[in-house]
């Protein structure tokens, strides 16, 4: 399932570079960004884990207010000899309201995750499905760089018949525009 999951966000990333590349049209727009920063994870709900970590995503904009988002991300934790990360890549459309310097976008996204932990020589992990639905605020500085004030997503993860569903992650960070 994870393969297929990939594939298929690949294959909608090569579709949106075609369908920028095609449009010669000049737009108040940016086509492309880039955005990578630093996120904080909270898993499991009351009593859960806080976790950090890095959040990195590409967007390809088809017009002023619709785009196709790529969004992966690392979260780190460890305590006592314990150690766990977990990855989410996650692939979908985005939406954007455009208003001067400011842009405030909301997406739903679906991927994969993979979660492992350890202690000293034991080590174990899953994968199965992630689906993030959030948004946020980018403040545009200049016409190449907007920096990210929040983004805010609900992350729910699926695997082996068990359902996570009280997940947030915050993120921040810069954002290069092309």
Known sequence: MQCKITKSGLLMALLCAFALNASAATE???RVELFG?????HIGGVGGVNTNGWNAALTGNVNRWFGVTADFSGSYKGAGGLSAKAHTFTFGPQF????GRVTAFAHVLAGGFHA???FEDLSAG????????G???DA???ARLAVRLFQADWLLWRTQGITEKQNARI????VFCF
Do not use: K
Not at 126 to 133: D, E, F, Q, Y
Not at 171 to 174: L, N
């Open 28 to 30: 108040d727009f940016t």
């Open 37 to 41: 920063g630093y996120q904080f994870t």
């Open 96 to 99: 954007s309201l455009r208003s």
């Open 116 to 118: 492992s932990g350890g």
């Open 126 to 133: 899953t994968r199965g499905l992630a689906v993030l639905a």
């Open 135 to 137: 948004g946020g605020i």
């Open 140 to 142: 545009r500085v200049n």
């Open 171 to 174: 993120s921040a960070g810069v």
